[in-house]
């Protein structure tokens, strides 16, 4: 195309009505796209971790039952001091897994 065959093209390019319009219900669904993936993504990775710390909870909740079984049996049965030591242990073990 000539130069001047150029600029004609633009000038009549810019007041015609623009014909390659789409509703934005086309875009919106390219968008939609874009979203899906990294939630479908995340989602994954949600469950993935969910199924792995399962038996860890499990474990850990059967082990805390049977330690306060046994404490609270020690604690019936020993002396003040013994009691005391308990008590105190049990404080720390609360303020460091307290949410914050």
Known sequence: MKPQNQ???LWRRKFEP???WRPASS???A????LDDPLGTAQKATESLVKA???IVVEARDKIKDMTSVL???AGKSSVE???FVA???ESMAEKIKPK
Do not use: C, I, Q
């Open 27 to 29: 875009s919106t669904g």
């Open 31 to 34: 968008l939609k796209s874009v």
């Open 82 to 84: 013994v009691r005391t």
């Open 18 to 20: 623009v014909t390659d």
């Open 88 to 90: 105190k242990t049990l």
């Open 7 to 9: 600029e004609s093209e």
């Open 53 to 55: 710390l399962e038996p």
């Open 72 to 74: 609270d049996e020690a």
